[in-house]
């Protein structure tokens, strides 16, 4: 969803960072090959992934909802020389697919892939965190947030993707529309939680930064 003109929003992706061309050929392939393709990050969405992952200069991420790789490849973009990308995801399918392009990049040893419940997958990661992005089934969110939230370190930033959800947070609710109530509650919680501090960024269909004081 835009929420500018595509003429402004054309604008903005031509002067900002060009798509790498590994990213360029894993989105032909997934329009190609892939249900559901518009779930990709994206060329625009994907460069600020990686802006801000270079900002933040982390050592460990944590990616929930994998897809077919492309928002971690622009995660891994900031990964200090020895950081590790862990990415979870449920689709069996799209193992080999996520493999291959990681491989052809430089980072494929640091990206490290699970298979699974992201809820049963977080809790054997023996390790801290120093970015989570969150992009994975959106009834989760509330759930996801309190497994990780112990599991960043101090500094650390949470993207949360999806928060806008198509406009639907400003809309009249309706009474079997689990996902919205979802998305309503998680953007509530990031706001008034007490161990962050959060910004929306109205980009693409909505992200969160939050950071942990």
Not at 24 to 40: F, G
């Amino acid at each position: 969803m835009h929420f500018i003109s595509d003429e402004l929003d054309d604008y903005v992706v031509q002067h900002s960072a060009d798509e790498p061309e590994l990213l360029q050929a894993l989105t032909r392939e997934t329009y190609q090959k892939i249900l559901q393709p518009r779930m990709l990050s994206g060329h625009y969405q994907g460069r600020v992934l990686s802006m801000l992952s270079k900002l933040i200069r982390p050592k460990t991420i944590l990616e929930l909802g994998t897809f077919t790789g492309y928002s971690a490849l622009c995660l891994a973009e900031g990964l200090q020389n020895d950081g590790v990308l862990h990415t979870i995801d449920i689709n069996e399918e799209l193992v080999g697919f996520q493999r291959k392009y990681f491989d052809q990049s430089k980072y494929g040893a640091q990206i490290h892939q699970h298979l699974g419940p992201a809820l049963e997958i977080i809790p054997t990661l023996n390790t801290t965190f120093d970015l989570v992005f969150m992009d994975a089934d959106k009834p989760n969110y509330i759930n996801y947030f309190h497994q990780i939230i112990d599991k960043l370190n101090p500094g650390g930033v949470i993207l949360s993707d999806n928060v806008l959800w198509s406009g639907k947070v400003i809309e009249a609710i309706d009474k079997n529309d689990a996902s919205t109530k979802i998305v309503l509650e998680y953007n509530r919680l990031l706001k008034e939680d007490h161990r962050l501090e959060t910004v929306l960024l109205p980009i693409r269909d909505g992200l969160t930064v939050s950071v942990k004081k």
